[in-house]
């Protein structure tokens, strides 16, 4: 009886399965590793599509504070990459955002605002200013003013990298979208 021969029939087999866990584990270690890079490149997303939606609603709502009259305010804003409507929309379902312009650096801002909303190649922001109501409000009580307090409800969309004005026509979805939104009283003349 050759007692080598099988010994050594044995250590190939042992050896053969060595590389196969070691070939198993190396892959479940890249795995890990794409999966970990693609939590972080959607992180990076999620976060540049909320600095794009913060940036939107806190340059509309400086605008907005700019102004001193109600009449002004609406023909200056109706058309300027801004979509502006009474409290009607609908902007939870997806099919509104496909008619809203796009906010974007030289439609609506000029100035210092214009730096703030200077977003090339990272993503885009839309913006939706919804007129709520108007109260009755004079600073100068007695006087002939007629100032009143205006409630808007501001929704600023932001996106991410992905995202393109050329694709948002063609109904491509981003990877990330972040929505923020607020209520402003304005203090505005009729």
Do not use: C
Request: proline share 2%.
């Amino acid at each position: 009886m050759d007692v080598g021969r099988h010994e050594s029939g044995s250590a190939l087999i042992m050896a053969l399965i060595t590389l196969l866990v070691l070939t198993l584990l190396g892959t479940t270690s890249l795995d890990n590793a794409i999966m970990e890079q693609r939590m972080a490149r959607g992180n990076v997303d999620h976060e540049t599509a909320f600095q794009n939606a913060e940036l939107g609603l806190r340059s509309i709502e400086n605008r907005l504070l700019d102004y001193s009259s109600f009449a002004t305010l609406e023909s200056e804003l109706t058309g300027e990459g801004v979509y502006y409507s009474s409290l009607s929309s609908n902007y939870l379902n997806t099919s509104f955002w496909a008619g809203v312009p796009v906010y974007s650096n030289g439609q609506v801002l000029t100035g210092t605002d214009a730096n703030i909303v200077d977003q090339a190649g990272l993503g885009i922001t839309m913006v939706i200013i919804e007129y709520i109501k108007e109260v009755n409000d004079s600073l100068g009580i007695g006087s002939s003013s007629s100032s009143k307090i205006y409630y808007f409800r501001v929704t600023s969309l932001g996106t991410d990298t992905t995202y393109t004005v050329a694709n948002a026509n063609a109904g491509d979805r981003p990877r990330t979208l972040t929505m923020v939104q607020s209520i402003l009283a304005v203090r505005l003349n009729p």
